[in-house]
């Protein structure tokens, strides 16, 4: 898998469950970074959206259509409930359960009445971090 196609499949997987939940999201995606593939090096792609919160009593089901969501996409979660101290039931969504699979691919989502979080990372593919940052960057400036 190329890089460009590593990133495209997180970043259209985010953007759906953004869809999920209606208002505005926030975009704060770290640089691309180094990673191990087949005895060489690549590269991955951390990604992180924050979006608003839901409507108390609304978290579960907010989190299973994101969890059907997932799975349609071949990303069956692990769904659990966290209550912070002090706060609102947060429902948590992982793909896989813990960590990253073989690829380094996860996603998490958290679902709560304050924010929406939705976290992952790309697939390990082909590419040079070093040089994707640096062309992101000249460009970012241009």
């Not at 989190?63 to 209550?83: C, H, K, M």
């Amino acid at each position: 898998m190329q890089y460009t196609e590593a990133r495209a499949e997180l970043t259209d997987l985010l953007t759906a469950i953004a869809a999920t939940v209606p208002g505005e999201w926030e975009k704060v995606d770290a640089g691309a970074r180094p990673c191990s593939i087949g005895g060489s090096t690549g590269v991955q792609f951390p990604m992180l959206r924050r979006g608003p919160g839901v409507i108390d009593g609304q978290q579960e089901a907010t989190a299973e259509a994101i969890g059907q969501l997932l799975t349609d996409a071949g990303f069956a979660p692990v769904i659990r409930d966290r209550t912070p101290t002090g706060s609102a039931v947060v429902v948590e969504l992982n793909y896989p359960g813990e960590g990253g699979d073989d690829t380094g691919f996860f996603v998490k989502v958290m679902v709560g009445t304050a924010r929406v979080t939705a976290q992952g990372q790309s697939r390990c593919a082909e590419g040079d971090a070093n040089r994707i940052n640096h062309d992101r960057q000249e460009s970012e400036n241009d």
